[in-house]
């Protein structure tokens, strides 16, 4: 089961993907308000494995603290090279927007093609830098959370540290765009797409 609110000023989309069997749950992007996503959780009686990040920047990792702390027994997971900007505001661009978010390292340093289990669902890790150099999609049983990667008639933009336009487009064409057409895609910001509507209608990719 996937749920999905927007959180923070920049409206990033925070997702709850849970095994409807077993109650085992993760949080994808917690960017910020950490006690609302804390209720929403306990509102739902799941128990957290994992808080996993599709990249470092400050409005996806906002709540990462926050939330670890509230929920006790969880375990963080990032890529590894976008590690380094969970523990320094200048990578994860917080200084820039007014805030000095350092937090603690990550648990686990994703890599590409790792798998971890959600109860009996499965979540496979396929990195896709570009808008990051770790930069990172998440693959399970109902869809593809795409991050910062890929939008609704959209992709990530590359103009930030260690964004890269040409890595961006390679990734998307070779590793999201191979999905069957109906493959729902959950971005980091706006509203839900699939890989046909975007292999049909996006203009950066026809």
């Known amino acids: 089961m996937i749920e999905a609110k927007a959180m923070g000023a920049m409206g990033a989309n925070c997702y709850l993907f849970y095994c409807a069997e077993t109650k085992k749950a993760v949080v994808i992007d917690p960017g910020a308000d950490g006690k609302r996503i804390y209720r929403w959780v306990m509102e739902k009686g799941l128990k957290v494995d994992y808080i996993l990040i599709t990249h470092g ?58 798998e971890l289990m959600i109860g009996k669902e499965r979540i496979k890790v396929i ?11 998440f693959l399970c049983s109902e869809g593809l959370f795409s991050g910062d990667t890929l939008f609704a008639g959209s992709i990530g933009r590359t103009d930030f540290p260690g964004g890269s336009m040409n890595q961006l487009l390679d990734g998307v064409k070779k590793k999201l765009l191979i999905l069957p057409e109906d493959t729902r895609v959950f971005p980091g910001h706006g509203e839900e797409t699939s890989i046909g509507e975007e292999k049909r209608d996006n203009p950066f990719l026809v």
């Open 127 to 137: 990195a896709t830098p570009g808008h990051s150099r770790g930069g990172v999609c």
């Open 57 to 114: 920047h400050v409005d996806h990792i906002g709540a990462v603290d926050e939330l670890r702390e509230l929920l006790g027994d969880v375990l963080v997971g990032i890529h590894a090279d976008d590690a380094g900007m969970l523990t320094d505001d200048r990578k994860n661009l917080s200084s820039y927007v007014g805030s000095r978010l350092v937090l603690k390292k990550a648990d686990i340093l994703l890599q590409d093609g790792q």
